[in-house]
């Protein structure tokens, strides 16, 4: 663990320590200390009055401390308030912990720190940043504790957990996870519950707006059926108008046949409706000729393009075929070449034509070489070929189906036309004034036919109106579309909300870290039990920081904390102080030399104040211990054993140390 050691401190104009100031070298003193106060300011001559009053600065030595390493007092006093009210400036503390040395001062403001092992504070050693506050971070980061850790560890007042055994589970949790450190994951439970409720929050309203656009979508597709059932209604009206007007129309042209002129004339409106029908069939198969005629070009004219492409892609894989067949010819001849004079070898020596082997070698070489270029090139032209060929396929099928349909609309568009002709043939009769009314009448209902199927066959009035629908009904489906991924989205994300909540939360890892500590403290309470009451109580918490006081040696009956004596309680908290303490060094891994005890023995009865003078000199085996009391007892045992003392007075409104201890 590591120890932090405050060796020295100085301050003027801080608090009630006016210009000259204070100055105390704690190597200069043992390790139990008393500092006692006298106020002059009240009545000089009744001492009792004198050395009972507040005020005179006995806890302002820890302030000092305090302030000197982290810029605040122990209760967090407003800086103008820190400065001495009578001078109002010029504020000054040092402090030297370990090889460190800080200046703090106010009005002005500034911030200065050395190091050096030999005292020798000088600008070489000086470490000073560019501002107060990356100075004050990197002070804090040497320190290894934070304000609240080593005000917790340091100071121990008359209120200093005292009411911890009396509060409930829950309190009980957060005073411990705040001298732990833990708050900050309390705050992050708090900020992800926060975050958890928005994000609920937003779920429920997105479902609220999804709702509301189904419902909206819903009602769209009510319209457009609504649409198309009027549509429908609309159509079937006009059907049957059109089916009276043809029945007339049939009525009227039996009227009109029944007499021979009559049928004379039916006979040639038929024929002239035959006509206008005939007619308008060969504008439209005309028109398809001249379309055919123009594809029938441009297709033939691609046709005789592959035809010529296929002709010279075959014409060069002849050639090439040809020119393969004569290089392997030729490397064949080259390799009899090779027989030959690896055969005229001398048996004798060993001789052979080295020079014309390797250039008859090297000549195969680039022969296959060439043979395989060739070869590459066959196969690519055949690629090439047999594409193109399935390509002139297609276009002689499209061509001939095109020649057959020509053939087809041309015999069809002669047939209609010898068919216009003997229909022209046919004459108008002479017919009665009677005959002629009736046949008025006929064009007339005959119009009127032809524009009820023109209102049939045309756009309806609905149309439009069934495009609106039917482009919000898109519209609708979309948004809900939009709105249904929003909240799926959303609904995703909650159960991370849900992890951080349950991890922060009070069965995550604050329980997680109070539930490995339990063991460390309750041991730690046990240690300090000895001392505080002869190890006559035991204490010890569960994980839920419910306490179990039994007599030790156990007995079988448990103790009710309610029904200890005011000491025995004061003594109990005071070790759960110190075992919380204890935790909180092991978790942080620090401990400061010295430990102030601030009018610990309130409330105990001289018996007890026995067991807190037994813990002074337990904690005094390690670290430095001040004491402020104005308890008799306690302060006859600190005497009796001899104590060092720290005298201050306070006269004229500034307290100020009377002979200081020297080595």
């Keep these: ?83 001495n009210n009578q001078i109002g400036k010029k504020l000054r503390v040092e402090i030297i912990v370990d090889d460190y040395r800080i200046v703090r001062t106010r009005s002005p403001n500034s911030l200065k720190v050395w190091q050096s092992a030999s005292g020798e504070w ?28 080593f005000c917790n560890l340091v100071v121990f007042t008359d209120n200093n957990a005292g009411s911890f055994l009396e509060c409930d589970t829950k309190s009980k949790r957060e005073i411990v996870e705040n001298l732990l450190s833990l708050d900050v994951y309390r705050e992050y439970g708090e900020n992800a519950k926060k975050l958890r409720n928005t ?67 039916a006979a040639y409106q038929e024929a002239q409706e035959k006509i206008e029908e005939l007619n308008e069939q060969i504008e439209l198969k005309e028109e398809k000729v001249n379309k055919l005629q123009e594809s029938l070009v441009k297709n033939k004219d691609v046709q005789n393009e592959v035809y010529s492409k296929l002709s010279s892609l075959d014409s060069e894989i002849k050639n090439f075929n ?46 296959k070489q060439k043979l395989t270029q060739l070869t590459s090139r066959v196969i690519e032209n055949k690629k090439l070929y047999d594409e193109d060929k399935e390509t002139l396929t297609k276009i002689s099928e499209t061509v001939s ?82 709105k249904k991924l929003e909240l799926d989205e959303a609904n995703k994300e909650l159960p991370y909300y849900e992890f951080w909540v349950n991890a922060f939360g009070d069965k995550g890892i604050r329980k997680f870290i109070i539930d490995g500590i339990i063991p460390a403290l309750n041991a730690r309470i046990e240690y300090w039990l000895q001392f505080l009451i002869d190890g006559k109580i035991s204490l010890r918490f569960d994980n839920e920081l419910e306490p179990e006081i039994t007599r030790n040696p156990v007995d079988g009956d448990k103790f009710v904390y309610d029904a200890l004596s005011g000491g ?32 610990v023995t309130t409330n105990i009865d001289p018996i007890g104040v026995q067991g807190v003078y037994n813990m002074i000199a337990e904690l005094a085996k390690e670290r430095q211990v001040f004491i402020t009391t104005h308890d008799h007892d306690l302060l006859e045992m600190l005497r009796a054993g001899n104590c060092d003392t720290i005298n201050l007075i306070k006269k004229g409104g500034f307290s100020k140390l009377v002979s200081p201890k020297t080595k």
């Design 401 to 482: 189906s095109d020649e057959s349909k020509l053939n087809e609309i041309v015999k069809f568009v002669d047939v209609a036309r010898k068919h216009v002709s003997k229909l022209s043939k046919v004459e108008r009769p002479e017919i009665s004034l009677d005959e002629k009314v009736i046949e008025e009448q006929l064009n007339e209902l005959k119009n009127q036919i032809l524009k009820k199927k023109e209102e049939l066959d045309g756009p309806s009035p609905y149309v439009k109106i069934m495009q609106m629908a039917v482009k919000e009904s898109e519209e609708k489906q979309k948004e809900c579309e939009e």
């Design 1 to 83: 663990m590591n120890n932090i050691k405050i060796k020295y401190i100085s301050a003027r104009n801080f608090l009630c320590f006016g210009p000259d100031g204070i100055e105390i070298n704690f190597d200069h003193y043992g390790n139990v200390v008393l500092v006692r106060g006298d106020n002059l300011d009240i009545d000089p001559d009744n001492e009792e009055e004198r050395r009972a009053s507040n005020g005179v600065g006995k806890t302002s030595i820890c302030d000092i401390i305090v302030y000197g390493l982290f810029g605040h007092t122990v209760k967090k006093l407003k800086n103008d308030n820190i400065i």
């Design 199 to 265: 994000a609920k929050d937003a779920t429920k309203n997105m479902g609220y707006k999804l709702d509301a656009a189904l419902s909206e979508k819903q009602l769209c597709e009510n319209r457009i059926n609504n649409i198309k059932l009027e549509e429908t209604t609309w159509k079937d009206s006009k059907k049957t108008e059109l089916k009276i007007i043809v029945d007339k129309y049939k009525a009227k042209e039996s009227e009109l046949k029944t007499t021979d002129t009559g049928q004379a004339l």
């Design 322 to 367: 040809i020119e393969i067949s004569g290089l392997e010819k030729r490397i064949a001849n080259d390799n009899d070449i090779i027989k030959d004079i690896e055969s005229q070898k001398c048996i004798k020596c060993g001789y052979v034509d080295e020079n014309l082997l390797e250039k008859t070698k090297k000549d195969i070489q680039d022969k």
């Design 122 to 149: 000088t600008k070489e050693t000086e470490l000073s940043l560019g501002g107060m506050t990356d100075t004050q971070k990197w002070i804090d980061n040497k320190v290894g504790l934070t304000y609240k850790t």
């Design 568 to 599: 025995e309680r004061r003594r109990a908290n005071l070790a759960v102080s110190q075992g919380i303490a204890h935790v909180m060094m092991l978790n942080c891994g620090t401990c400061p030399s010295i430990v102030f005890l601030d009018e």
